[in-house]
C-alpha cells in the first residue's frame, strides 16, 4: 500500500493505471475509519482494478469549530486497516495541500441544500461539494463510493456530478450498524456509556415509524410519538425526523403511507444530538 501525499505524486502514481485502461476506484473518508468505511473498500475492490481511499478531515464541510476540532483522528490505525484490507493507494493530503488558497466558489444546490442537513448545517453542503469535486479532479476516479448513510450527500454529490459532466460513477453502499442497531459512525467513538445507549433512538425510533406507518397510522400522530421518544431522555435533542423520497428528498407531508406514490421510494431521514455528538441516520420504507 503506497500513501500519496500530494497532488504530484496522485497523478505521477495513477495515470499509468488510466494510460492501460485500468479502473480506479475512489472511497472519499474522513478518516476514525470503522467497518462502515471498510464495506465501501470492499465494493471498491471488488469493482475496480485499483483502489485509493483518501482520509481528509476537511475543514471546509465543518460549520461548527468545537465538531472540526474534536473530530477523531486515528491516521496510524487507519492505515493498518486498509493494509490489512489490501487497499492499494491512501491519499493523504494535508490542508495546504488541498487548499492552497481559500477556495471562494460557492455551490448552490438549490432546493435540495435547504431541507434536513443543508437547513441545519449552513455551508455544509458547499464544502462537501468543493472537497469531493478536488478529489475527483486529483485522484480522477471511474467510480466512487459513498454510504447510503449519509442520503443527502448522496443526491448533492450526484447533483454536481450530473451538472458538472464529471466523468465518475458513483456507486452507493448501504449503511453497516453496530449489533444493535446504532449505524456505525466515526462520531460514536466521542459517546460516553449512558449516551452510547440512549443514541440508539435514533434507529429504534425510524423502525418504530416505519412499522407504523405500514400498519395504516397516519404520519401526523406518529410524528408527536416520534418527538416524545426523543424528549424522554436525558441529553437527547431531536433536530429532525421526517419521511422524505428517497431520490429527490422531497419531505412527504401525505398522512398515509396508502396516499403514497407506489413508483416512488421513501426514506426515514432524522439527526439529533445525543450529548454533545450529532449523529443522522436513514432508514428505507
Ligand atoms: P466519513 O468518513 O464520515 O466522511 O464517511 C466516508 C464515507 O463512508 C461516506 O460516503 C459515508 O457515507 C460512508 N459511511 C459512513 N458511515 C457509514 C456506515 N455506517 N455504513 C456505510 N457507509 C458509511
Known sequence: MKIIKTKHQAKDQLLKYKNVGKSIGLVPTMGALHEGHLNLVEKSKYHSDVTVVSIFVNPT??????????????????????????????????VEEMYPQEAKLKMDFGDLET???????????????????????????????????DLQQVAIIRQMVNDLSFGVELVVVPTVREADGLAMSS???????????????????????KNELLAGRTWFELKDKIQ?????????????????????LNIVVEQHITDFDQGKKYSLCTAAFVGDVRLIDNLPI
Not at 490505525?77 to 486498509?82: I, M, Q, V
Not at 449552513?122 to 478536488?134: D, E, L, M, Y
Not at 460514536?188 to 449516551?195: C, H, Q, V, W
Open 187 to 209: 462520531r460514536n467513538r466521542r459517546l460516553n456509556p449512558a449516551d452510547r445507549k440512549n443514541a440508539l433512538v435514533l434507529y429504534e425510533s425510524m423502525v418504530f415509524a
Open 228 to 248: 416524545h421518544k426523543f424528549n424522554q431522555l436525558d441529553g437527547v435533542k431531536l433536530e429532525y425526523f421526517e419521511l422524505v423520497e428517497t431520490d429527490t
Open 115 to 149: 431541507i434536513l442537513e443543508g437547513a441545519l448545517r449552513p455551508g455544509h453542503f458547499n464544502g462537501v461539494g468543493i472537497v469531493v469535486s478536488k478529489l475527483f479532479h486529483i485522484i480522477n476516479p471511474d467510480y466512487a463510493y459513498f454510504g447510503q448513510k
Open 61 to 94: 464541510q465543518f460549520n461548527n469549530l468545537a465538531d472540526l476540532e474534536k473530530y477523531p483522528r486515528t491516521v496510524e490505525e487507519d492505515l493498518k486497516l486498509l493494509e490489512s484490507k489490501g487497499v492499494d493507494y491512501v491519499f493523504l493530503p494535508d
